[in-house]
Nanobody
Framework: QVQLVESGGGLVQPGGSLRLSCSAS????????LAWFRQAPGREREFVGT????????DYADSVKGRFTIFQDNDKNTMYLQMNTLEPEDTAVYYC????????????????WGQGTQVTVSS
């Protein structure tokens, strides 16, 4: 059974940092791309970044480049999203997603989803 479980969300002040985790199980990670998406109230779910698990290559949305970093722990089958210099505009529910094959930025291409974790950036 495929499972993606996010954790690490919370309340942080502008300029602060937060690290999200996505624990994956039930599928072969090397044959998949994993990604982070986010959805703010009243807005569509948007791409944040992605990683090709087999070789660790990453790609990011322009809005988070230079501030967010995705990395993996192969022993723990866990993907992380390190978020630095957070802004109020980063407030959203963050979702972990996975798809077979190469990475994509289109939300419709992703097969598996986690339940989401809330990130709130506010003073």
């Amino acid at each position: 059974q495929v499972q993606l479980v996010e954790s690490g969300g919370g309340l942080v002040q502008p300029g602060g940092s937060l690290r999200l985790s996505c624990s994956a199980s039930g599928f072969i990670l090397n044959y998949h791309a994993l990604a982070w998406f986010r959805q703010a109230p009243g807005r569509e779910r948007e791409f944040v970044g992605t990683i090709a698990w087999s070789h660790g290559l990453t790609d990011y949305a322009d809005s988070v480049k230079g501030r967010f970093t995705i990395f993996q722990d192969n022993d723990k089958n866990t993907m992380y999203l390190q978020m630095n210099t957070l802004e109020p505009e980063d407030t959203a529910v963050y979702y972990c997603a996975a798809k077979p094959g190469t990475w994509a930025i289109d939300v419709k291409r992703y097969t598996y989803w986690g339940q989401g974790t809330q990130v709130t950036v506010s003073s």
